[in-house]
Nanobody
Framework: EVQLVESGPGSALAGGSLRLSCAAS????????MGWFSQAPGKEREGVAA????????NYADSVKGRFTISRLKDANILHLQMNGLKPDDSAMYYC??????????????????WGQGTQVTVS
């Protein structure tokens, strides 16, 4: 079983920055592709960024390229999402996910097996 727990400040002003973290644990955890996903009220969950098990390769949604950076501390099983240049449209619940069963660095939520509970991000 794998547990994913997200954390981070919940709000920021437009143009500001936030850093989200996700801690992975559990006997079933293995280094694997991980990703961040967002879901705004009334909308489908969508991919934000993904990172390879080694941390070398990344993939971003067009809407966040140049503003968000995904990274991981492999030895500590911690995933980060640095969010800069925030916009009100970035407001959503953010989830981290692990164990991609789809294409490499997939941003499709259906490709991921394990999910955290989510953390709210509000940009005003």
């Amino acid at each position: 079983e794998v547990q994913l727990v997200e954390s981070g400040p919940g709000s920021a002003l437009a143009g500001g920055s936030l850093r989200l973290s996700c801690a992975a644990s559990g006997a079933g955890y293995r280094p694997t592709t991980m990703g961040w996903f967002s879901q705004a009220p009334g909308k489908e969950r969508e991919g934000v960024a993904a990172i390879s098990a080694s941390g070398v390769s990344t993939n971003y949604a067009d809407s966040v390229k140049g503003r968000f950076t995904i990274s991981r501390l492999k030895d500590a099983n911690i995933l980060h999402l640095q969010m800069n240049g925030l916009k009100p449209d970035d407001s959503a619940m953010y989830y981290c996910a692990a164990w991609n069963t789809g294409p490499c660095l997939s941003l499709d939520p259906s490709s991921y097996r394990d999910w955290g509970q989510g953390t709210q991000v509000t940009v005003s």
